[in-house]
């Protein structure tokens, strides 16, 4: 089966613009997280999405940060305008949500803010 | 709330050399414990885990154990090979919720021929 897909694997842009992240899910995964890297610090968790319910969004850091699952398949992670402190790597992750299931991430997306 | 605290690195080692990464972690209630590894251009992968205190993770020749009078969950491996190269996170998952994970900052390992 195909994995976790995170486009682009890198993007740089300038501060103040707009970037749009995208996460594909394995197919039939319900659950779908994303998660952050700031340089040198933790993995840190953003939001998690239950078919295209936002179940958990505690983790999303100010109003520029926009996620979304429509139809509940792919999602995308939309930073507007970008800040350089939003720089970092973005996971997306996904799951069946069964007891014990495992997360399978996908590569991550670098973003550059300069 | 909970964390993850694990040395940061990184670490270098030669081929054949133990490897111990320390992990402790603070948590309410009873979480689950993981390694994960990340490889050079690659994403997160599970390595390891443990979702009761007492048991053992293990794979590919890493062992872990889950330390619940120490809070803790080192990694350890007998002898490191060059593709072990990797960043590693240690991490725990809340037991009865979502997959909602808090991860350690990554230990980054060199092993050198």
């Known amino acids: 089966e195909a994995g976790v897909t995170q486009f682009p694997s890198h993007s740089v842009i300038e501060k103040g613009q707009t970037v749009t992240l995208r996460c594909d899910p394995i197919?039939?995964?319900?659950?779908l997280y994303w998660y952050r890297r700031v340089m040198g610090k933790e993995i840190k968790f953003l939001l998690h999405?239950?078919?295209?319910?936002?179940?958990?969004e505690s983790g999303m850091p100010n109003n520029r940060f926009l996620a979304e699952r429509t139809g509940g398949t792919y999602s995308t992670l939309k930073v507007q305008p970008a800040e350089l402190e939003d720089s970092g790597v973005y996971f997306c992750a996904s799951s069946t949500g069964r007891r014990n299931s495992p997360l399978h991430f996908g590569n991550g997306t670098r973003l550059t803010v300069t | 709330g909970n964390s993850v605290t694990q040395m940061e690195g990184p670490v270098t080692l030669s081929e054949e050399a133990f490897l111990t990464i320390n992990c402790t972690y603070t948590a309410t209630g009873y979480p689950s414990l993981f390694w994960y590894v990340q490889y050079p251009g690659e994403g997160l992968q599970l390595l390891l885990k443990?979702?009761?205190?007492?048991d053992k993770g293990s794979n590919k020749g890493f062992e872990a154990t889950y330390r619940k009078e120490t809070t803790s969950f080192h990694l350890e491996k007998g002898s490191v090979q060059v593709s072990d190269s990797a960043v590693y996170f240690c991490?725990?998952?809340?037991?009865?919720?979502?997959?909602?994970?808090?991860f350690g900052i990554g230990t980054k390992l060199q092993v050198i021929p």
């Open positions: 443990a979702t009761k205190a007492d």
């Open positions: 999405f239950v078919k295209e319910s936002k179940q958990d």
């Open positions: 991490a725990l998952e809340e037991s009865g919720g979502y997959q909602k994970v808090t």
């Open positions: 197919s039939g995964h319900d659950n």
